[in-house]
């Protein structure tokens, strides 16, 4: 049975929501609109006039070659980390699936990354990839493959890859883990009666159900990607060598707070923010279509 | 079409004895029924039988053929089960069809196929719904068709009926009757309710605690219980079950309450032994000398009356009267078991006594 709450007071259901409209307020649409108000203003060194420029901060912007650079970094490396973070993650909740007795523990130990600051995240990736003192970095050396990725930009995006993916992968798994076992058994064992193997009841039943599940996930990824990945890049590469792992978000924190740019940064923010809502209007209007929810 | 046989089957898990080693061999064509309480291990032997559980003890064979180590989709059985198991994001029609495409059936005949199931089953305005469109019943009768579809050599059924309503289930019942009759495909059909057996069954597996108390045809083990567990569970309201002993000369049963109730046929060598006594509410009447009950509760039924009648030890004895209630709460009566209605039970085993 359902039960209603009901409200003696019309005031009360707003009084509720007030912390959470302040919240939003003060921390997110008050800054945004700074940000958009600061993209259209070029401010002097000394950040005491600011004069009203139109796009001019856009089209600067826009047209440094840079800045194109730092978007194709920006696509490989989401792109990757979001198929990385995913795959592995499915990949991982499909065999805890089937062996469910040891999965209590087998989740402890794949939500740690999740709950390490990239901070300490990333001290642990340098003793593994670090030339110098990291194991599999200095096994790599000794094999006798140049790997140094303070260096090579490659084997830096590829690090920060691995190192952005791997804190992803316990959140999508425990999603994943969550959709999976929402498939009811007797549904997968009436497919196993009809004839289909492991991996045809996989691709024909548990991916087409878990579809809902990894269409959210799709979407959570990119956003991470694109804006929650910058402390992993700090702590790890600084966005080098040269720009080889700068992405969007790096940068906008490099020109507004290192090189002290308030208006670029502030035209790069709001580009960001642009692009986000249109890759995630976009995955609404063309692969939603494609999800069954029951 | 096939047989299938199952072979001092066990089944533990762990420590647990879950199957205690069942044997029974159903004929092609035959419909079984394994009837029995709540956990006795029913669905447990038929998963075994379907492959979807290992079979720790015992060879289970389908079509001559031993199955023990093969998988689900090799056995050439179709299974129903309690909460349908359709595929929620394939049509109807793809839910009938997915195992035949897996198979490599032509196209033309998977529609072909699919369209006489639909139309013996009245889903042919639903090929194009998804499950969730459906109603109890129509989900039920689309798990069905998958089923019959595959043609295969045997039918087994997990509580297919459990899920529906009331007046569902004795339509549905009706229909599975009338579709295994037409289709002659040997069938295994888990129930707990007697109805079911007693309807649907050629023969009826009574399982307790995972033994088989009785395999036999839905009159015999009406008639002749082999225990005091099936005389309990077969027979609405159930039989009543006093205690009594084997007057010395092996010609009646002495009840507490001094009733001597005659033997059809005298046991000299059972004189002096301690038995259960069990008489069916149905066939208990009126009489002018017999048990003397206090009247306590009357169900009318309509078309029967069941009576709740308290001895003067204080048990309490069922009487089932024909049409609408003569009598009422508080009321004394006296009532006598008919000619032959007697069933003996050893005290101790509760085995039927012959
Ligand atoms: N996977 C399992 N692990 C342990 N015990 C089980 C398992 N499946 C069933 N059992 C036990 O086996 C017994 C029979 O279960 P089941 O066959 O489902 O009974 P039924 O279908 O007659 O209600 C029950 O006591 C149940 O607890
Ligand atoms: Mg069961």
Same mark, same amino acid.
């Given at each position: 049975?359902?039960?209603?709450?009901?409200?003696?007071?019309?005031?009360?259901?707003?009084?509720?929501?007030?912390?959470?409209?302040?919240?939003? /307020? @003060?921390?997110?649409i008050?800054?945004?609109?700074?940000?958009?108000? %600061?993209?259209?203003?070029?401010?002097?060194?000394?950040?005491?006039r600011?004069?009203?420029?139109?796009?001019?901060?856009?089209?600067?912007?826009?047209?440094?070659?840079?800045?194109?650079?730092?978007l194709?970094?920006?696509?490989?490396?989401?792109?990757?980390v979001?198929v990385?973070?995913?795959?592995?993650?499915?990949?991982?909740?499909?065999?805890?699936?089937?062996?469910?007795?040891?999965?209590?523990?087998?989740?402890?130990?794949?939500?740690?990354?999740?709950?390490?600051?990239?901070?300490?995240?990333?001290?642990?990736?340098?003793?593994?990839?670090?030339?110098?003192?990291?194991?599999?970095?200095?096994?790599?050396r000794?094999?006798?493959?140049?790997?140094d990725?303070?260096?090579?930009?490659?084997?830096? /995006?590829?690090?920060?890859?691995?190192?952005?993916?791997?804190? %992803?992968?316990?959140?999508?798994?425990?999603?994943?883990?969550?959709?999976?076992?929402?498939?009811?058994?007797?549904?997968?064992?009436?497919?196993?009666?009809?004839?289909?193997?492991?991996?045809?009841?996989?691709?024909?039943?548990?991916?087409?159900? /878990?579809?809902?599940?990894?269409?959210?996930?799709?979407?959570?990824?990119?956003?991470?990607a694109?804006?929650?990945?910058f402390?992993?890049?700090?702590?790890?590469?600084?966005?080098?060598?040269?720009?080889?792992?700068?992405? /969007?978000?790096?940068r906008?924190?490099?020109?507004?707070?290192?090189?002290?740019?308030?208006?670029?940064?502030?035209? %790069?923010?709001?580009?960001?923010?642009?692009?986000?809502?249109?890759?995630t209007? @976009?995955?609404?209007?063309?692969?939603?279509?494609? @999800?069954?929810?029951? | 079409?096939?047989?299938?046989? $199952? !072979?001092?089957?066990?089944?533990?898990?762990?420590?647990?004895?879950?199957?205690?080693?069942?044997? $029974?061999? $159903?004929?092609?064509?035959?419909?079984?029924?394994?009837l029995?309480?709540?956990g006795c291990?029913?669905?447990?032997?038929?998963?075994?039988v379907?492959?979807?559980?290992?079979?720790?003890?015992?060879?289970?064979?389908?079509?001559?053929?031993? =199955?023990?180590?093969?998988d689900p989709?090799? !056995?050439?059985?179709?299974?129903?089960?309690?909460?349908?198991?359709?595929?929620?994001?394939?049509?109807?029609?793809?839910n009938?069809?997915?195992?035949?495409?897996?198979?490599?059936?032509?196209?033309?005949?998977?529609?072909?196929?699919?369209?006489?199931?639909?139309?013996?089953?009245?889903?042919?305005?639903?090929?194009?719904?998804?499950?969730?469109?459906?109603?109890?019943?129509?989900?039920?009768?689309?798990a069905?068709?998958?089923?019959?579809?595959?043609?295969?050599?045997?039918?087994?059924?997990?509580?297919?009926?459990?899920n529906?309503?009331?007046?569902?289930?004795?339509?549905?019942?009706?229909?599975?009757?009338?579709?295994?009759?037409?289709?002659?495909?040997?069938?295994?059909?888990?129930?707990?309710?007697?109805?079911?057996?007693?309807?649907?069954?050629?023969?009826?597996?009574?399982?307790?605690?995972?033994?088989?108390?009785?395999?036999g045809?839905?009159?015999? =083990?009406?008639?002749?219980?082999?225990?005091?567990?099936?005389?309990?569970?077969?027979?609405?309201?159930?039989?009543? =079950?006093?205690?009594?002993?084997?007057?010395?000369?092996?010609?009646?049963?002495?009840?507490?309450?001094?009733?001597r109730?005659?033997l059809?046929?005298?046991?000299?060598?059972?004189?002096?032994?301690?038995?259960?006594?069990?008489?069916?509410?149905? +066939?208990?009447?009126?009489?002018?000398?017999?048990?003397?009950?206090?009247?306590?509760?009357?169900?009318?039924?309509?078309?029967?009356?069941? =009576?709740?009648?308290?001895?003067?030890?204080?048990?309490?004895?069922?009487?089932?009267?024909?049409?609408?209630?003569?009598?009422?709460?508080?009321?004394?009566?006296?009532?006598?078991?008919?000619?032959?209605?007697? +069933?003996?039970?050893?005290?101790?085993?509760?085995?039927?006594?012959?």
């Open positions: 049975m359902q039960r209603r709450v009901t409200f003696d007071s019309r005031l009360l259901p707003y009084l509720l929501l007030a912390p959470q409209v302040a919240v939003t /307020l @003060v921390f997110f008050w800054p945004a609109a700074q940000a958009v108000w %600061q993209s259209v203003h070029l401010q002097d060194a000394f950040g005491i600011s004069e009203f420029v139109w796009f001019e901060n856009f089209t600067y912007v826009l047209s440094d070659p840079n800045y194109l650079d730092t194709q970094t920006t696509v490989i490396f989401s792109v990757a979001t990385l973070a995913m795959g592995v993650a499915l990949l991982l909740a499909v065999l805890a699936d089937s062996k469910i007795k040891g999965a209590s523990a087998y989740k402890t130990l794949l939500i740690w990354p999740y709950a390490l600051a990239p901070a300490v995240a990333a001290v642990l990736w340098m003793f593994i990839f670090n030339p110098d003192i990291g194991s599999f970095g200095r096994a790599l000794a094999m006798g493959y140049d790997w990725y303070r260096l090579n930009g490659g084997q830096a /995006l590829l690090m920060v890859i691995l190192a952005a993916s791997w804190k %992803q992968v316990s959140y999508n798994f425990i999603f994943f883990l969550a959709g999976l076992q929402a498939i009811p058994r007797s549904v997968m064992e009436a497919a196993s009666i009809d004839g289909a193997g492991p991996v045809r009841r996989f691709w024909t039943i548990t991916f087409p159900l /878990l579809s809902p599940t990894t269409f959210f996930l799709l979407v959570v990824d990119m956003v991470y694109f804006f929650e990945t402390g992993t890049i700090h702590a790890l590469t600084q966005g080098g060598p040269g720009k080889a792992t700068e992405t /969007l978000i790096f906008v924190y490099q020109d507004g707070v290192v090189n002290n740019d308030l208006g670029g940064s502030s035209a %790069q923010s709001v580009i960001l923010m642009v692009i986000v809502i249109a890759l209007a @976009v995955q609404f209007r063309f692969v939603e279509r494609k @999800v069954h929810y029951s | 079409m096939a047989t299938v046989e $199952i !072979r001092n089957v066990r089944k533990s898990y762990g420590p647990v004895e879950a199957i205690k080693g069942i044997d $029974i061999a $159903i004929q092609d064509g035959e419909f079984l029924v394994l029995g309480p709540s291990g029913k669905s447990t032997l038929l998963r075994m379907a492959g979807l559980e290992g079979i720790t003890g015992g060879e289970i064979a389908i079509g001559g053929r031993v =199955v023990n180590h093969l989709k090799d !056995r050439d059985i179709a299974m129903v089960f309690q909460n349908y198991a359709l595929y929620p994001h394939m049509t109807v029609f793809d009938m069809a997915y195992g035949l495409k897996i198979r490599g059936i032509p196209k033309a005949e998977i529609r072909a196929r699919v369209d006489k199931a639909a139309e013996i089953l009245e889903l042919g305005r639903f090929l194009d719904r998804r499950p969730s469109q459906l109603s109890g019943g129509q989900r039920q009768r689309v069905m068709g998958r089923a019959i579809v595959r043609e295969p050599a045997a039918f087994l059924f997990d509580e297919p009926l459990s529906l309503d009331a007046k569902l289930r004795t339509q549905m019942r009706v229909e599975i009757k009338r579709l295994q009759d037409r289709l002659g495909i040997t069938s295994l059909y888990v129930t707990h309710d007697q109805v079911e057996a007693m309807t649907l069954a050629d023969r009826i597996l009574v399982m307790n605690h995972g033994v088989a108390e009785q395999i045809t839905p009159l015999e =083990v009406y008639q002749r219980p082999a225990s005091l567990f099936v005389a309990g569970f077969i027979g609405s309201p159930p039989m009543n =079950v006093l205690d009594g002993r084997i007057d010395d000369r092996g010609e009646a049963v002495l009840v507490p309450g001094g009733q109730l005659l059809p046929r005298p046991r000299p060598t059972d004189a002096g032994r301690p038995v259960k006594l069990g008489i069916r509410p149905e +066939h208990m009447a009126v009489a002018a000398e017999g048990f003397s009950i206090e009247i306590e509760l009357v169900e009318a039924l309509g078309a029967d009356t069941v =009576v709740y009648g308290r001895l003067p030890d204080g048990e309490t004895l069922l009487v089932r009267m024909a049409g609408i209630p003569t009598v009422r709460e508080r009321d004394r009566l006296t009532v006598a078991p008919q000619d032959g209605a007697l +069933h003996l039970f050893d005290a101790v085993t509760g085995r039927r006594m012959e």
